[in-house]
């Protein structure tokens, strides 16, 4: 039979491991995260699926891992430094809309489904702004889907044809609301509402803006002033053993890096600023460290 006192001490030693656990934590999630919280009653956004069915080719569903607690900071090697990170796969970066299950399923050629951003996108379009789907407005939407090249191109207003809508109305003046910043030496400004991110220096945009996608309900990106503390080109999550290239950590483990997987996912990140390959590989080259970094905003749903 077990003393007591041995049952305390084994007791004890089992709460000190749940702490130390508790610690560690990956963009807000544990070491084996919880998933998601489930989309509440009504929610449009946790109902769909991408539109196109996945690949090889086409990795929508991945989902980096970020970290939370700060990194080990350390200065990398001129090897290290010296290896690029691997290129994502081909098509990795092609506009896929989310839609209902049924529309990807059905193949057909105009959604009779009001969209979760449809007043948004018929603002955009100059339509009649009802918010209810019609015929007028599917042929509208379509068109700009097949435009730019949004698949399925089946005038669904969705999230990917929100953000593309919203990246271009910003891509001449992403400041025009004066809401990031300006200062004489560079700031890199992160817009929750609109998902982007660009970098400015007085008022000149010297890189983007680029879409990006922030942390997720429960993990979201936190807002305010924060610097650039350390670069690392090839981070990996020393918990999930998962890629972070391009990293550029500005608050505890939140960093600007890239994903290999689709940055639209309306789910959202853990916490860190998700950016396509290509647009994490360019700003590397901008921001260096102290930097400033400011960040603003909700990301909806959040």
Not at 29 to 40: C, E, K, L, S, T
Not at 71 to 94: L, N
Request: net charge positive; with cysteine.
């Amino acid at each position: 039979m077990i003393s007591t006192r041995m049952a305390c001490r084994g007791a004890a030693g089992l709460l000190a491991v749940a702490t130390a656990l508790s610690a560690l934590t990956a963009c807000g999630a544990v070491a084996h995260p919880p998933p998601p919280p489930a989309p509440g009653p009504g929610s449009e956004l946790g109902a769909l699926v991408p539109g196109v069915p996945p690949g090889a080719q086409q990795p929508w569903q991945v989902d980096t891992p970020d970290q939370a607690l700060p990194p080990r900071v350390y200065t990398p090697a001129a090897e290290e430094d010296a290896t690029e990170p691997r290129d994502a796969a081909r098509g990795a970066d092609a506009l896929v809309e989310y839609v209902p299950l049924g529309d990807a399923t059905a193949r057909q050629a105009c959604s009779k489904r009001t969209g979760p951003y449809q007043r948004q996108v018929e603002r955009w379009l100059k339509l009649k702004v009802d918010g209810k789907q019609s015929g007028a407005d599917c042929v509208a939407v379509r068109a700009f889907q097949t435009r730019y090249k949004i698949k399925p191109a089946i005038g669904y207003a969705g999230p990917v044809t929100w953000a593309h809508m919203q990246l271009l109305s910003a891509r001449k003046n992403p400041n025009a609301a004066g809401k990031c910043p300006v200062r004489t030496y560079r700031v890199a400004c992160v817009d929750l509402a609109r998902q982007l991110t660009w970098v400015q220096k007085g008022q000149k945009v010297v890189y983007g803006p680029v879409p990006m996608r922030s942390g997720r309900a429960g993990y979201r990106t936190r807002t305010g002033w924060f610097t650039v503390y350390w670069k690392h080109k090839n981070h990996v999550s020393t918990i999930y053993n998962t890629p972070m290239p391009y990293s550029q950590f500005f608050s505890g483990g939140q960093a600007f890096h890239a994903v290999y997987g689709d940055i639209y996912n309306p789910n959202g990140s853990w916490g860190c600023v998700n950016l396509r390959l290509a647009d994490a590989r360019a700003l590397w080259g901008v921001l260096k460290k102290n930097d400033r970094v400011y960040v603003w905003g909700r990301r909806a749903g959040t």
